[in-house]
């Protein structure tokens, strides 16, 4: 290999936001590789976002950079190559001398100087343009996720080569016969050369991601050039190891092309990984076993510099956090990583899945709106990409885009002609293309929604606008569900939900809304590949204000800096880190359910959460258990949320959470298990505990090797004890001699007897009898019907979808009910109102029925030192103070206030023992408001 001319380093610079041309002398330098934002050039940004991080140099325009480097002697006169990575659309001159423009979002910018550069200085200059794309860009430009920043941000190199060279070397496995197929395209004079092919294995070290010794290795052998374009063939011999997610051994092929007297010409050593991924039937096979995909979204997200790194340790920092939590897949919303990703991917063993930078529509030649000249663009992105990342074992899957519309057949073709081209990969027509009417194209490898019909829904949450909601949203908590009759009925309804015409219908396009047309359809969809679900999750928290602080880039938190001031604004400022931690530990049981459900389905392949992290953008979607930066909010340790992803899951199946003392406890346990070592022989062991006191235990022999990714373990049936206050019971799961356990909370209730709730002082309103109960001093329990509130919030028990200011605006703009917003429960747990009601202090199970039959009184205008027992926590947007529950005197009474279905909340073990608590409350000495109101005042509020 000749030497390489590095480039990085310092720049004569110039910004030219109206693009008139340059205008020597340069006035400025900058450090590259890098952005005009990160390096703080160019007027700062007074503007602060809302819906997103700030970028405070955001510019928009022509960079012109300008450097001089020095060709010594021996690299005079060689093949030349300027090699930009990671860049936006360049214009390059050498010596004055144009050599054209590159316009690739996703891959390396090269140009080309076949005759050379003679010995002695030179001159580059490099025009940068983030205006002129000729697509939108997805999340390679977007603002709402890395930002449409201007520069250069990974290698600045010239390479050298002879006349004689490879020019792309690709290369296929075949895990079954452990062998390789290797494609050689040669330019120049070849006679009497030979290509040498050698092979070495190599374990990572995933700490420090040095290669450690090898531990296989193939004998080099040589084959004669006699042609421009070889294919061969090389075996790895019966110890070659596989790659995967979980053992992702790896192998550099030394490639040499030489005279056959033995000069070396040109050389290259490319890393692959042997393995064959690909559909069998419903799942995804690697190396002929079974592998289930427990994917996260990722949009590019690094706000301390606003870009994606190309540097390699830092992807296996951040790919190595992702792995922690029980991740083996990446998919790239409408972006494609930088080389840097794929290479710590194939280190760590997580399968990548790059996307195409479109949002949008894609049409053929009759269609009014066909822009030929960007549909050319994008699908040579795709050749693109095949080209320069193909030979990744990492790289196993590629989307076409994100929530695409269109034309079925113009999709199909552009999967067919990618499949012709590269086999290495399966492909997808996109990441839940036509929403509510989806299809299955004859070109697809694989399918990426979240239902197959409005109401075969495949994941746990929806936003309203794409309403009807999930079961983690609005069915009683259980851990029954799972999607298999949804991805496959066993009963056929024939044509359901379906479309017997060409129909307009809205749906949410980004951040706003969108009138397409939906395609007629025959028949009910029925899928008989891998189904992968979109976007699970997107349970929304209240922010982390403390997060500010991290923020010392040129990328600003301008917006929660606004929400806080919004928060203080409302006189609850105080309660930031409260709602912070309340809300967070709602989201983490949320997810768990999700995650849960997702592997209880045996017909599902795989998901992809949105997301383990947080989404700075579209309105500031906080959904991660981990921040932006990929740093630990202190929810949920890796170790316990991998009890819920990861490739061994154990599942405990039953229908409800809270039970009445006595009653049987019965739960089938069931494991989703990926892994290739046996269990035979271990135990599976359950305990059914109360605090530290085991109230029942089991175990069972495994005798089977339960190497089928679904097993079922056998059954739990416990008579759960006789108690006199409501208890928790903790059922814990494990699998001897493995990392393999579960815990589940589950609520028992002593009976109430009917006699004290028939005479208890329980109204709907201020009636007659409550007034007077209030004139002689006595307490009143004043449960309002949530329908007659009209100053409250309904109840919702999870939290918030998404963002709320995104999603209220676009089920506005689609005339459809904006969503709930709330984000769970802020409760006083320690108050002697809930004394017989134990409680942490954010929603467990026992508040789900409380909550769904409420409503939470809007108490914006009354004083501060009103603060309510049972708080709901609203978004960052409204920030109402919301009382479930409060307390007040009342002339000479006291009320208990709430806006709940009293009768429904009697029919239920744990609503009556809510409001058994709420009578003891007021029934003792501690039943002592502060804050007074009028029986006006009160009225004005719930039923102005």
Same mark, same amino acid.
């Given at each position: 290999?000749?030497?390489?001319?590095?480039?990085?380093?310092?720049?004569?610079?110039?910004?030219?936001?109206?693009?008139?041309?340059?205008?020597?002398?340069?006035?400025?330098?900058?450090?590259?590789?890098?952005?005009?934002?990160?390096?703080?050039?160019?007027?700062?940004?007074?503007?602060?976002?809302?819906?997103?991080?700030?970028?405070?140099?955001?510019?928009?325009?022509?960079?012109?950079?300008?450097?001089?480097?020095?060709?010594?002697?021996?690299?005079?006169?060689?093949?030349?190559?300027?090699?930009?990575?990671?860049?936006?659309?360049?214009?390059?001159?050498?010596?004055?001398?144009?050599?054209?423009?590159?316009?690739?979002?996703?891959?390396?910018?090269?140009?080309?100087?076949?005759?050379?550069?003679?010995?002695?200085?030179?001159?580059?200059?490099?025009?940068?343009?983030?205006?002129?794309?000729?697509?939108?860009?997805?999340?390679?430009?977007?603002?709402?996720?890395?930002?449409?920043?201007?520069?250069?941000?990974?290698?600045?190199?010239?390479?050298?080569?002879?006349?004689?060279?490879?020019?792309?070397?690709?290369?296929?496995?075949?895990?079954?016969?452990?062998?390789?197929?290797?494609?050689?395209?040669?330019?120049?004079?070849?006679?009497?050369?030979?290509?040498?092919?050698?092979?070495?294995?190599?374990?990572?070290?995933?700490?420090?991601?040095?290669?450690?010794?090898?531990?296989?290795?193939?004998?080099?052998?040589?084959?004669?050039?006699?042609?421009?374009?070889?294919?061969?063939?090389?075996?790895?011999?019966?110890?070659?190891?596989?790659?995967?997610?979980?053992?992702?051994?790896?192998?550099?092929?030394?490639?040499?092309?030489?005279?056959?007297?033995?000069?070396?010409?040109?050389?290259?050593?490319?890393?692959?990984?042997?393995?064959?991924?690909?559909?069998?039937?419903?799942?995804?096979?690697?190396?002929?076993?079974?592998?289930?995909?427990?994917?996260?979204?990722?949009?590019?997200?690094?706000?301390?510099?606003?870009?994606?790194?190309?540097?390699?340790?830092?992807?296996?920092?951040?790919?190595?956090?992702?792995?922690?939590?029980?991740?083996?897949?990446?998919?790239?919303?409408?972006?494609?990583?930088?080389?840097?990703?794929?290479?710590?991917?194939?280190?760590?063993?997580?399968?990548?899945?790059?996307?195409?930078?479109?949002?949008?529509?894609?049409?053929?030649?009759?269609?009014?709106?066909?822009?030929?000249?960007?549909?050319?663009?994008?699908?040579?992105?795709?050749?693109?990409?095949?080209?320069?990342?193909?030979?990744?074992?990492?790289?196993?899957?590629?989307?076409?885009?994100?929530?695409?519309?269109?034309?079925?057949?113009?999709?199909?073709?552009?999967?067919?002609?990618?499949?012709?081209?590269?086999?290495?990969?399966?492909?997808?027509?996109?990441?839940?293309?036509?929403?509510?009417?989806?299809?299955?194209?004859?070109?697809?490898?694989?399918?990426?929604?979240?239902?197959?019909?409005?109401?075969?829904?495949?994941?746990?949450?929806?936003?309203?606008?794409?309403?009807?909601?999930?079961?983690?949203?609005?069915?009683?908590?259980?851990?029954?569900?799972?999607?298999?009759?949804?991805?496959?009925?066993?009963?056929?309804?024939?044509?359901?939900?379906?479309?017997?015409?060409?129909?307009?219908?809205?749906?949410?396009?980004?951040?706003?809304?969108?009138?397409?047309?939906?395609?007629?359809?025959?028949?009910?969809?029925?899928?008989?590949?891998?189904?992968?679900?979109?976007?699970?999750?997107?349970?929304?928290?209240?922010?982390?204000?403390?997060?500010?602080?991290?923020?010392?880039?040129?990328?600003?938190?301008?917006?929660?800096?606004?929400?806080?001031?919004?928060?203080?604004?409302?006189?609850?400022?105080?309660?930031?880190?409260?709602?912070?931690?309340?809300?967070?530990?709602?989201?983490?049981?949320?997810?768990?359910?999700?995650?849960?459900?997702?592997?209880?389905?045996?017909?599902?392949?795989?998901?992809?959460?949105?997301?383990?992290?947080?989404?700075?953008?579209?309105?500031?979607?906080?959904?991660?258990?981990?921040?932006?930066?990929?740093?630990?909010?202190?929810?949920?340790?890796?170790? *316990?949320? %991998?009890? @819920?992803?990861?490739?061994? $899951?154990?599942?405990?199946?039953? /229908?409800?959470?809270?039970?009445?003392?006595? =009653?049987?406890?019965?739960?089938?346990?069931?494991?989703?298990?990926?892994?290739?070592?046996?269990?035979?022989?271990?135990?599976?062991?359950?305990?059914?505990?109360?605090?530290?006191?085991?109230?029942?235990?089991?175990?069972?022999?495994?005798?089977?090797?339960?190497?089928?990714?679904?097993?079922?373990?056998?059954?739990?049936?416990?008579?759960?004890?006789?108690?006199?206050?409501?208890?928790?019971?903790?059922?814990?799961?494990?699998?001897?001699?493995?990392?393999?356990?579960?815990?589940?909370?589950?609520?028992?209730?002593?009976?109430? *007897?009917? %006699?004290? @709730?028939?005479?208890?002082? $329980?109204?709907?309103?201020?009636? /007659?009898?409550?007034?007077?109960?209030?004139? =002689?001093?006595?307490?009143?329990?004043?449960?309002?019907?949530?329908?007659?509130?009209?100053?409250?919030?309904?109840?919702?028990?999870?939290?918030?979808?998404?963002?709320?200011?995104?999603?209220?605006?676009?089920?506005?703009?689609?005339?459809?009910?904006?969503?709930?917003?709330?984000?769970?429960?802020?409760?006083?747990?320690?108050?002697?109102?809930?004394?017989?009601?134990?409680?942490?202090?954010?929603?467990?199970?026992?508040?789900?029925?409380?909550?769904?039959?409420?409503?939470?009184?809007?108490?914006?205008?009354?004083?501060?030192?009103?603060?309510?027992?049972?708080?709901?926590?609203?978004?960052?947007?409204?920030?109402?103070?919301?009382?479930?529950?409060?307390?007040?005197?009342?002339?000479?009474?006291?009320?208990?206030?709430?806006?709940?279905?009293?009768?429904?909340?009697?029919?239920?073990?744990?609503?009556?023992?809510?409001?058994?608590?709420?009578?003891?409350?007021?029934?003792?000495?501690?039943?002592?408001?502060?804050?007074?109101?009028?029986?006006?005042?009160?009225?004005?509020?719930?039923?102005?």
């Amino acid at each position: 290999m000749l030497p390489i001319i590095n480039l990085q380093g310092v720049w004569r610079m110039q910004l030219d936001e109206n693009k008139l041309g340059i205008n020597t002398p340069y006035d400025d330098t900058i450090t590259m590789p890098n952005t005009t934002s990160h390096a703080r050039k160019g007027k700062k940004n007074e503007r602060a976002e809302v819906g997103a991080l700030t970028d405070e140099y955001a510019f928009e325009g022509w960079l012109w950079l300008e450097r001089e480097f020095e060709v010594p002697e021996e690299l005079a006169g060689k093949y030349c190559c300027l090699h930009l990575e990671r860049t936006r659309v360049t214009t390059v001159w050498v010596d004055d001398i144009p050599l054209g423009t590159r316009n690739s979002l996703n891959t390396p910018h090269e140009y080309v100087l076949k005759e050379g550069l003679s010995a002695g200085t030179h001159t580059v200059r490099i025009k940068v343009d983030n205006t002129s794309y000729p697509t939108k860009g997805g999340h390679m430009t977007s603002k709402d996720t890395q930002t449409n920043w201007n520069g250069i941000t990974g290698k600045l190199e010239l390479k050298f080569s002879n006349e004689a060279r490879m020019s792309d070397v690709q290369i296929y496995t075949d895990a079954m016969h452990k062998s390789i197929t290797i494609s050689v395209k040669l330019d120049g004079v070849l006679q009497n050369t030979q290509i040498a092919v050698s092979a070495k294995s190599f374990a990572i070290d995933e700490q420090t991601s040095d290669a450690e010794e090898a531990v296989h290795e193939v004998a080099e052998r040589m084959y004669p050039v006699d042609h421009n374009e070889m294919s061969i063939s090389y075996s790895l011999g019966d110890e070659a190891l596989l790659w995967s997610d979980d053992a992702p051994h790896l192998y550099k092929i030394a490639i040499t092309l030489r005279e056959v007297s033995g000069g070396i010409i040109d050389d290259r050593d490319i890393v692959i990984g042997l393995r064959d991924f690909k559909a069998s039937g419903d799942k995804f096979t690697i190396n002929n076993r079974p592998t289930f995909l427990r994917g996260k979204h990722d949009g590019l997200i690094f706000p301390l510099t606003g870009y994606a790194p190309t540097d390699v340790n830092e992807w296996v920092r951040i790919l190595g956090i992702s792995k922690s939590y029980g991740i083996n897949h990446y998919r790239f919303h409408t972006c494609c990583p930088p080389e840097a990703a794929f290479v710590a991917a194939d280190m760590l063993g997580i399968y990548m899945e790059p996307e195409l930078p479109f949002w949008g529509t894609i049409t053929d030649e009759n269609d009014a709106n066909h822009n030929q000249a960007e549909q050319d663009y994008l699908i040579e992105e795709g050749f693109a990409i095949l080209r320069s990342f193909g030979n990744h074992p990492s790289f196993v899957m590629m989307s076409l885009g994100n929530e695409l519309w269109g034309s079925k057949e113009k999709l199909s073709a552009i999967l067919k002609d990618y499949k012709a081209y590269d086999q290495r990969h399966l492909y997808t027509q996109g990441s839940n293309n036509f929403q509510f009417t989806p299809v299955i194209l004859e070109e697809e490898d694989f399918f990426s929604g979240v239902r197959f019909s409005r109401d075969r829904l495949i994941r746990g949450s929806y936003a309203m606008c794409d309403a009807p909601l999930g079961h983690v949203q609005t069915d009683l908590p259980g851990t029954m569900k799972d999607y298999d009759e949804h991805i496959h009925p066993q009963q056929h309804t024939g044509l359901e939900d379906s479309h017997s015409q060409e129909q307009e219908i809205q749906i949410q396009y980004g951040t706003v809304s969108k009138t397409v047309k939906a395609a007629a359809t025959d028949k009910e969809l029925i899928p008989h590949l891998p189904v992968v679900s979109h976007e699970i999750g997107q349970y929304a928290m209240y922010p982390d204000f403390a997060e500010i602080e991290k923020y010392t880039g040129s990328i600003k938190a301008h917006n929660f800096e606004i929400f806080r001031e919004r928060l203080q604004a409302k006189g609850i400022g105080h309660l930031a880190e409260s709602f912070f931690r309340a809300s967070g530990q709602l989201a983490v049981d949320c997810y768990k359910e999700e995650l849960e459900a997702a592997f209880r389905s045996e017909r599902l392949a795989g998901f992809q959460l949105l997301d383990l992290q947080d989404f700075s953008g579209q309105g500031t979607a906080l959904v991660g258990i981990l921040d932006a930066f990929m740093d630990s909010k202190g929810l949920i340790s890796a170790e *316990e949320w %991998r009890t @819920f992803c990861s490739d061994a $899951v154990l599942l405990a199946r039953f /229908e409800k959470y809270n039970y009445a003392a006595r =009653e049987t406890f019965n739960a089938s346990v069931e494991l989703s298990y990926y892994r290739q070592v046996p269990l035979k022989g271990e135990t599976l062991r359950w305990e059914c505990t109360q605090g530290n006191r085991v109230i029942s235990e089991g175990e069972q022999l495994i005798t089977e090797d339960l190497l089928k990714p679904y097993q079922k373990l056998g059954n739990i049936n416990v008579i759960l004890p006789s108690v006199e206050n409501m208890t928790q019971v903790t059922l814990k799961l494990s699998i001897s001699k493995t990392d393999i356990y579960k815990s589940y909370n589950i609520w028992v209730y002593p009976e109430q *007897e009917d %006699r004290q @709730f028939a005479g208890a002082p $329980v109204y709907k309103e201020l009636t /007659e009898a409550a007034l007077q109960r209030l004139e =002689e001093g006595d307490p009143v329990l004043l449960l309002a019907s949530p329908g007659q509130v009209s100053n409250a919030i309904e109840g919702l028990y999870s939290t918030d979808f998404w963002c709320y200011p995104m999603f209220r605006s676009i089920s506005e703009s689609m005339n459809k009910p904006v969503p709930v917003g709330t984000l769970g429960l802020l409760i006083q747990n320690d108050h002697p109102a809930l004394q017989h009601f134990p409680s942490e202090m954010h929603s467990t199970y026992p508040w789900w029925n409380i909550v769904t039959h409420s409503s939470s009184i809007i108490l914006d205008d009354l004083p501060a030192d009103l603060q309510p027992i049972v708080q709901t926590i609203d978004n960052f947007e409204r920030n109402h103070k919301l009382g479930l529950l409060f307390e007040c005197k009342v002339g000479k009474g006291k009320v208990l206030v709430g806006a709940m279905d009293y009768d429904q909340l009697l029919g239920q073990i744990e609503g009556r023992q809510f409001i058994h608590s709420l009578l003891q409350y007021m029934e003792s000495d501690d039943f002592q408001p502060t804050h007074e109101m009028t029986v006006d005042a009160l009225n004005q509020l719930l039923f102005k």
